[in-house]
T-cell receptor, first 111, second 113 residues
Framework: QKEVEQNSGPLSVPEGAIASLNCTYS??????FFWYRQYSGKSPELIMS????GDKEDGRFTAQLNKASQYVSLLIRDSQPSDSATYLC???????????FGSGTRLSIRP | EPEVTQTPSHQVTQMGQEVILRCVPI?????FYWYRQILGQKVEFLVS????????KSEIFDDQFSVERPDGSNFTLKIRSTKLEDSAMYFC???????????FGPGTRLTVL
């Protein structure tokens, strides 16, 4: 059974600080990794995709992938109250078209 | 910016009735997906569709479910005889290629009474 694990939170971070979200996955054959943001009652919104080891930066967001440790993380710099949401880690395994989601980490940015 | 659209936003039905959920994927995308999310639970994969056929499906996607691309723009999910446990948010998604990111529509909230 392929699993994607996340700490459910809530993770509370002061405004302006760095929020760090973590995710582990069970299958070494994984090829594609995604972070989605989901506001309550809304659909998942793509933030970042990452396919190779290392860091990938997009604005205030940095995704980090370590395939040897089967670990992917998302850093949010200069956190804003509008960043308060559930962050979903998703993984696509090799030869599959589906992505498997973690249960999400609830992030709260306190003013 | 192109986006996935879904109709209706909310569907209420009686147990045993058939429902059809509709989606318009992003126009240059070739891969289409349905996921569902029961309240408070994970987003779960149902089915993927490419080149007018199902490419992958989960064990949730049993004989009560079917998908169709009836024309060049729409992609539908049919549930033949709804059950109480089918109540969930249903999300359509699309991607340019199988390895690429999937973009989600706003969802249809299905309530089975």
């Amino acid at each position: 059974q392929k699993e994607v694990e996340q700490n459910s939170g809530p993770l509370s971070v002061p405004e302006g600080a760095i929020a760090s979200l973590n995710c582990t996955y069970s299958d070494r054959g994984s090829q594609s990794f995604f972070w989605y943001r989901q506001y309550s009652g809304k659909s998942p919104e793509l933030i970042m995709s990452i396919y190779s080891n290392g860091d990938k930066e997009d604005g205030r967001f940095t995704a980090q992938l370590n395939k040897a440790s089967q670990y992917v993380s998302l850093l949010i710099r200069d956190s804003q109250p509008s960043d308060s949401a559930t962050y979903l880690c998703a993984v696509r395994y090799s030869s599959a078209s589906k992505i498997i989601f973690g249960s999400g980490t609830r992030l709260s940015i306190r003013p | 910016e192109p986006e996935v659209t879904q109709t209706p936003s909310h569907q209420v039905t009686q147990m045993g009735q058939e429902v059809i959920l509709r989606c318009v994927p992003i126009s240059n995308h070739l891969y289409f997906y349905w996921y569902r999310q029961i309240l408070g639970q994970k987003v779960e994969f149902l089915v993927s569709f490419y080149n007018n056929e199902i490419s992958e499906k989960s064990e949730i996607f049993d004989d009560q479910f079917s998908v169709e691309r009836p024309d060049g723009s729409n992609f539908t999910l049919k549930i033949r005889s709804t059950k109480l446990e089918d109540s969930a948010m249903y999300f359509c998604a699309s991607s340019e290629a199988t390895a690429e990111a999937q973009y989600f529509g706003p969802g249809t909230r299905l309530t089975v009474l």
